[in-house]
């Protein structure tokens, strides 16, 4: 079960970061009632590496999926690193459906850009501090579309000291964890 802190600028802005909460063993098979969220993120759903969450900070309910990567690689090899975790967002307050973000784990170097490969295509992201999203926001629904149907997606980056990284995420459950935030956040 995928147990992570969550990264509150890719969610909720960049004043605030929260943390999901541990779940027992037992829960991971029965997540938590979506009858009182708050501000804190709550697993309403794990498919595969994805973990379906919702939130209501400030009163404002957000849902988003997480996952960690399946493989990483940097060159040079074995470079030091803050874990990476993708993530889909969607907040219904601000209109934003489905909305795509990798917080890469380490700073980026300032002006540069990343790329997602996915199902043959690839997407350019811009970067800021340790985060990536679409440089093309009019791409973003054919992108999460990919990531939908493809095997697997990678992140490539470079860092502001010049290491390069890869991160391959595994797509599978993906989609079902994306159904189930539309079903909760109405995406």
Known sequence: MLIAAVAGAM?????????????????AAKPASTGSVGAEPTLI???????????????????????????????????????AYAFISTRPAEK??????VMIGYP?????????????????????????????????????EALRKAPEVTVKGVSAKGTATADTFSLKGLAQALDKVAQNCGG
């Open 11 to 27: 969610v909720w802005g960049a004043g605030s970061a929260a943390l999901a909460k541990p779940e027992s063993k037992g829960a």
């Open 45 to 83: 759903g794990q498919f595969g590496i994805w973990g379906a969450y919702m939130a209501a900070p400030n009163g404002k309910k957000v849902c988003f999926v997480l996952a960690k990567p399946s493989s990483s690689k940097t060159t040079p090899a074995n470079r030091p690193r803050d874990p």
């Open 96 to 101: 934003v459906v489905n909305e795509v973000s």
């Open 108 to 144: 980026l170097k300032p002006g540069s850009e990343s790329t997602m490969e996915v199902g043959g295509a690839t997407f350019a992201m811009y970067t800021q501090g340790d985060g990536i999203w679409i440089k093309n926001a009019a791409e973003e629904e054919r992108l999460v």
